[in-house]
């Protein structure tokens, strides 16, 4: 039986207290991230854990979910792009500076954390891995969107909002901090080409990132899976399936 714990955790850059849901004993640590305004419970209750169970109760992976800020910020439709983007960073330092810890003490200091998440979950995944590369060395993103500015926006792009857009920021590494990305990074993007996936922008943007990925020589891989496969949670149970445990 899979091991399932629930503990809530400060989140003075928010407010009050959040809850986090672990699933498994031992492993690889992965963050996931949910879909748009989903609970930390969501990995579980959308099917999503029984597609990896094998790996969770062999102690290949141990799963930390967290609730999505995404109704305080890029769902936001009343706060201009500016505005979301500072919203994001308030969830972001709770990641960072508390979740973070509580995932290294929970796993007795390893230190190989990688991110997880469908849709919007794959923007978080893939964001938090390129910005904090000496934390998470590898993301799994499926049927992500990677450019906020497309998500129903208002409001003039700016420099805060520049390294929030992996469409926008890729593109411009160089130097030192590429080497480093490069050097630390594993990135899968995932994504079908059936319903859904065109009009979310999901299929587009992953095609772009993967092929600013490619061009800036990164350990990537970009996967367009077939028709059959929807902006949905079948997809998603299938992908993770394959592609989660791998990180183990």
Not at 110 to 127: K, N
Request: glycine fraction near 10%.
């Amino acid at each position: 039986m899979t091991n399932t714990e629930y503990h809530r955790i400060d989140s003075p850059s928010i407010g009050g207290t959040r809850e986090i849901v672990v699933h498994g004993h031992y492993g690889r640590p992965i963050l996931v991230f949910p879909s748009e305004n989903g609970s930390a419970h969501e990995f579980a209750s959308q099917g999503l854990l029984d597609a990896v169970r094998p790996s969770v109760d062999a102690g290949r992976i141990k799963i930390f979910c967290v609730p999505s800020y995404d109704g305080d910020s890029w769902s936001r439709l009343d706060l201009s792009l500016l505005e979301r983007g500072r919203a994001h960073r308030r969830f972001e330092d709770w990641v960072i500076w508390q979740v973070v810890p509580f995932i290294w003490d929970h796993c007795g200091g390893r230190a190989d954390i990688a991110t997880f998440g469908p849709s919007m979950g794959a923007y978080h995944a893939v964001l938090f891995a390129l910005r904090h590369a000496h934390i998470f060395n590898a993301a799994v993103g499926l049927s992500g969107n990677y450019n906020p500015c497309s998500w129903r926006a208002w409001g003039e792009e700016s420099a805060e909002t520049y390294d929030l857009n992996p469409i926008q920021f890729v593109s411009g590494l160089h130097g030192a901090h590429l080497d480093h990305l490069r050097s630390r990074l594993e990135l899968t993007l995932v994504v079908g080409s059936g319903m859904w996936e065109d009009s979310t922008g999901a299929l587009a943007s992953t095609q772009e990132l993967g092929y600013l990925l490619a061009s800036k020589q990164f350990h990537a891989s970009t996967l367009v899976w077939g028709q059959e496969w929807p902006h949905d949670w079948p997809s998603w149970h299938a992908q993770a399936a394959l592609y989660l445990p791998s990180l183990g």
